[in-house]
């Protein structure tokens, strides 16, 4: 099979990092006519541009904004004949890494397409859209776990994965409508053939049971995404939703997340699935003993009244 110039035969999952898109993909890509690979990134160099002029690099991105947007002003139908060009290239990209396999569909998880979720649907809008959502203080701990470790510092190189991707995340969702599928990792994990089930309804799929046990068919190591529990399990594990609140001992950690919490607020969490009230318990179910002596520091981007909506700037 082929990948369709408008997205038939193409699904994408997208997803904060650290919010168990991984485990997702191996599942999906356990089916017999789903393949994929790790983490492709391809469609951000030439969608990203369009929406942000943040870009580094050696030449001046801002005034290479300026230029792009004068050169679709050229054009008669602007930015479309990009888009459709787009098209062309990228399905034929995905099309070869699919034919040889006789597979059907090709999944391209990235999570940092939420940047870009609807350039990518201008590009194909009848691709298969999957939208992954986790509990956001979970993501939170996972990524201080996983990348930060004590390296606070490293923890701004992550900003816009913890405060931009929830905000594009529900704008996308929003944009696509019917034409996206939401998962939530809690229940995913909780009731797997349930939700697979769902997805392959959704893709109209036969569901195969042997998809849930991952492991047992798909132990390729990638590059990208989990490099460790992923592998270390057959099979969603429920025990996995809460693990995240045993970081929680450390008083650092409980205090970004309890920073974290009051930035998102409320609306945010409830439009996410998560209740404000339910992750304000445990975290001071949790607070650590500790805390009032301990030497904390307080991340300035996460400094704002708890009754403020997050906003998320975008050139589009």
Sequence with gaps: MSIGLEGQNLIFLISQPRAGSTLTQKIL??????????EPWIMLPLLYPLCYDDLQ???????????????????????????????????????????????????????????????????????????????????????????????WLHLDQ??????????????????????????????????PEIEFKRVCQAMKLKFAPK??????????????????????????????????????????????ANDYLEFLGHETLFQMGYSYQELRKILDTHRPQELDSADVIHVEWLQRESNQNIEFASMN
């Design 29 to 38: 890509g356990s089916h017999p006519q789903i393949h994929t690979i790790s």
């Design 211 to 256: 998809m849930i046990e991952y492991g047992a068919t798909n132990s390729t190591v990638w590059r990208f995404g989990d490099q460790k529990l992923v592998y270390q399990k057959s099979r969603p594990d429920p025990q996995n939703s809460d693990k995240w609140i045993l970081l929680l001992k450390d008083p650092q950690t409980w205090q970004i």
């Design 158 to 191: 992550l900003k816009n994965d913890i405060v931009k991707a929830p905000g594009l995340l529900l704008e996308g969702i929003r944009e696509l409508g019917d034409d996206c599928l939401v998962l939530h990792y809690e229940k995913l994990i909780a009731k």
């Design 57 to 151: 690099a050696e030449y001046n991105t801002k005034l290479a904004r300026i230029g792009w947007d004068n050169f679709f002003q050229q054009l008669p139908d602007s930015k479309t004949a990009y888009y459709e060009h787009l098209s062309f290239m990228y399905a034929d990209l995905y099309s070869q890494v699919l034919k040889p396999t006789g597979k059907k569909y090709f999944l391209d998880k990235t999570p940092r397409y939420y940047y870009i979720i609807s350039e990518i649907y201008k590009v194909f809008p009848q691709a298969q859209f999957i939208i992954l959502l986790r509990n956001p203080l979970a993501v939170l701990c996972s990524i201080i776990a996983t990348w930060v470790k004590s390296d």
